[in-house]
């Protein structure tokens, strides 16, 4: 049986990261703007730590600023809100990004809504919420926009395409599903609770795995040809007492169905921090009343 062709996220998110370097390039060259991105992370989440690590590095590569503020696990939520006011009040800074999740004694999203709508990288803000919701210009999630630019990839045009999303998540699976509606996709919110979620899944042409469930999709949900992306990363027991990375897809079965299928890792992943660049430099040129260049 003939394989689906595999999104290469990885390959796609280094020429985007490419043109974001140009772009930044071209605004320190023409406006005498350095892009700066802040990330505050509160204490020790192994894998929050590595993200950070990944995230500082992929700025200062694409010719950003990297501001990093690490906090000790039990910093109150009055130091932790004044500290975002004080990037929100820093000019060299465009992008603020609060690595999620936050310690339980903080109440995440009253942080969330702290950072300016302006600088808000992660899209993650009522504001730029809503202004999603309704079709204005916003600053976007980036996994959501990674995932649309991989399908789009994929697939071409999207408009009149049955898209289902697993997964209501606020990060993902909302903002994806309206990502797709502006792309004139049929959207359908689908989740845990779904009845007769496998019928459902069959329907889409582009089916969005978002439930945070190892390897919970299966093959035989998937309509033959669809692209399939899948946002799990599940760390299971693997063979030898390690473990290995999984998504919320059943990869092996899928690929024999799907007419394209994101790869875990290497699929949506390196998406992430490269829309996330993006966004920094989208909100440096509109804090600066600059046009935004084509990335
Ligand atoms: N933790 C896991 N994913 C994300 C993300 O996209 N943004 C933030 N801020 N935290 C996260």
Request: charge should be negative; include cysteine.
């Amino acid at each position: 049986m003939a394989k689906a062709a595999l999104i290469d996220g990885k390959a796609f998110a280094t020429s985007l990261r490419g043109r974001i370097a140009t772009a930044v390039a071209g605004l320190k060259k023409n406006h005498d703007i350095t892009p700066g991105l802040a990330v505050v992370l509160v204490g020790e989440d192994p894998a929050s730590q590595v993200y950070v690590r990944n995230k500082g590095k992929q700025t200062a590569e694409a010719g950003m600023n990297s501001y990093e503020h690490k906090l000790e696990t039990d910093t109150s939520e009055a130091d932790l809100l004044a500290l975002i006011e004080k990037l929100n009040n820093d000019d060299k800074v465009h992008g603020i990004l609060v690595q999620l999740p936050l310690p339980d004694h903080i109440d995440e999203t009253k942080v969330i809504n702290s950072v300016s709508p302006d600088k808000d990288v992660d899209g993650f803000h009522i504001i730029n919420a809503g202004r999603l919701a309704t079709g204005q210009p916003a600053l976007t999630s980036c996994t959501p926009v990674g995932c649309v630019m991989l399908a789009k990839d994929a697939l071409g045009n999207l408009s009149g395409l049955e898209a289902v999303v697993v997964g209501r998540s606020n990060i993902v699976g909302k903002p994806v599903a309206q990502l797709l509606l502006a792309e004139n996709c049929t959207v359908t919110i689908a989740h845990s609770r779904t009845k007769n979620l496998d019928e459902v899944c069959r329907r889409a042409d582009i089916l969005i795995a978002a439930v945070g469930r190892p390897q919970m999709v299966k093959g035989s949900w998937v309509k033959k040809g669809a692209c399939v992306i899948d946002v799990g990363i599940n760390r299971i027991d693997g063979e030898n007492g390690k473990t290995r990375l999984v998504g919320d897809v059943d990869f092996d079965e899928a690929v024999n169905v799907a007419g394209s299928i994101t790869p875990v890792p290497g699929g949506v992943g390196p998406m992430t921090i490269a829309c996330l660049l993006r966004n920094t430099v989208q909100a440096a040129c509109m804090i600066n009343d600059v046009p935004v260049p084509e990335m």
